[in-house]
């Protein structure tokens, strides 16, 4: 499976913006999907993840601005990016893993795309 992330940008406080994470091959649909972000010198970061059956879970910091969903048919998952803050300003990954559990951990995923930077200005 390779993963194209892309929708990163230049925003401002307040803005908002939506990643896009398509992945190839033919089983997209019975992946789990998560999104992570790693700013410049802090360690890589679980943001939100979807299962393969639509469960969704959030790290707190960003429950009621962003939201993650999936579009299997375009083997593709979203995150919408609303309200951002400049602590939001981070390269983002997108990831996917074949058995669904525990995805707020990084190792259980076994597919990772190559990031996208967002950058929010105050």
């Known amino acids: 499976v390779q993963l194209q992330a892309s929708g990163g940008g230049l925003v401002q406080a307040g803005g908002s913006l939506r990643l896009s994470c398509t992945a190839s091959g033919r089983t997209f649909s019975s992946y789990s999907m998560g999104w992570f972000r790693q700013a410049p010198g802090k360690e890589r970061e679980f943001i939100s993840s979807?299962?393969?059956?639509?469960?969704?879970n959030y790290r707190d910091s960003v429950k009621g601005r962003f939201t993650i969903s999936r579009d299997n048919a375009k083997k593709t998952v979203y995150l919408q990016m609303n309200s951002l803050k400049p602590e939001d300003t981070a390269v983002y990954y997108c990831?996917?893993?074949?058995?669904?559990?525990?995805?707020?951990?990084?190792?259980?995923?076994?597919?990772w795309g190559q990031g996208t930077q967002v950058t929010v200005s105050s």
């Open positions: 990831a996917a893993a074949i058995f669904g559990r525990l995805l707020s951990i990084q190792n259980n995923y076994d597919y």
């Open positions: 979807i299962s393969w059956g639509g469960v969704t």
